[in-house]
């Protein structure tokens, strides 16, 4: 790869991800990175779907354990 073509993944790369720092599960930038993803394959012209699931995700605050007897 040349120090062009480099550059201008990289600018690529700045563009796809800009305004989508943060991605966390279901924050408005993961929401962007996925629209934008799915743009990609459906310009592409590649057959392409999507798959739905549920994932665990840490929620801050207290935690408590209990055990039965």
Known sequence: MTPAEADRLAEE????????EVRLPGSPG??????????????SGL???EIKFNSPCFM????????SD
């Open 30 to 43: 993961n929401m962007a990175m996925e629209a934008r993803v799915d743009k990609a394959f459906a310009d």
């Open 13 to 20: 790369l700045r563009d796809l991800f800009k305004g989508a």
């Open 47 to 49: 057959q392409h779907g």
């Open 60 to 67: 801050p605050g207290e935690t408590y354990l209990s055990f």
